[in-house]
T-cell receptor, first 112, second 111 residues
Framework: GQQLNQSPQSMFIQEGEDVSMNCTSSSIFNTWLWYKQDPGEGPVLLIALYKAGELTSNGRLTAQFGITRKDSFLNISASIPSDVGIYFC????????????FGKGTKLTVNP | DVKVTQSSRYLVKRTGEKVFLECVQDMDHENMFWYRQDPGLGLRLIYFSYDVKMKEKGDIPEGYSVSREKKERFSLILESASTNQTSMYLCVTGQLNQPQHFGDGTRLSIL
């Protein structure tokens, strides 16, 4: 099945640093979603984007739906230790079903 | 608040057993999905359902079946468990134009 290109695969940062990760696709998407997964848990929704160009914030998190509808990024500002986890992007194809297409995830490690 | 409940967090079964994984949602969502998650392979769609008694194959349906007798419940069945089905299984529910929500996952080990 199709998957999104998510990068980077992993990041090691110091507490307080800003983080940026992105997802790209060769297909156009109607919706972009960003999830965070803690070890042993299911992914939890962070931000949902429904409109090209949309920029949405959730606390220290900011995500954007690319103008071309083929990409999205997630920024985390002033990282803290509890930001550790795996971040997934997901998209719903334009004109497609409700199935999500997922990136492989970005594993974030924050050193105190 | 969205609530997606998977019946077991951890499950250990033997090769050849028939295994049932249950997922229940309380949001009256029409769409329900089962994924498995494996290191290096990401999330892969096994089966999904858009309505009661309706099911469609995902990308990796072999060795699995599903049942949706009621709107709130979507069951994943491993007909004859094998060691390569050891994985994290995630149930997801959603509704048109709304974000999809995950359950906490079932970590299944087949010995």
């Amino acid at each position: 099945g199709q998957q999104l290109n998510q990068s980077p695969q992993s990041m090691f940062i110091q507490e307080g640093e800003d983080v940026s990760m992105n997802c790209t696709s060769s297909s156009i998407f109607n919706t972009w979603l960003w999830y965070k997964q803690d070890p042993g848990e299911g992914p939890v929704l962070l931000i949902a984007l429904y409109k090209a160009g949309e920029l949405t914030s959730n606390g220290r998190l900011t995500a954007q739906f690319g103008i071309t509808r083929k990409d999205s990024f997630l920024n985390i500002s002033a990282s803290i230790p509890s930001d550790v986890g795996i971040y997934f992007c997901a998209g719903q194809l334009r004109g497609g079903s409700e199935k999500l297409v997922f990136g492989k995830g970005t594993k974030l490690t924050v050193n105190p | 608040d969205v609530k997606v409940t998977q019946s077991s967090r951890y499950l250990v079964k033997r090769t050849g057993e028939k295994v049932f994984l249950e997922c229940v949602q309380d949001m009256d969502h029409e769409n329900m999905f089962w994924y498995r998650q494996d290191p290096g392979l990401g999330l892969r769609l096994i089966y999904f359902s858009y309505d009661v008694k309706m099911k469609e194959k995902g990308d990796i349906p072999e060795g699995y079946s599903v049942s949706r007798e009621k709107k709130e419940r979507f069951s994943l069945i491993l007909e004859s468990a094998s060691t390569n089905q050891t994985s994290m299984y995630l149930c997801v529910t959603g509704q048109l134009n709304q974000p999809q929500h995950f359950g906490d996952g079932t970590r299944l080990s087949i010995l």
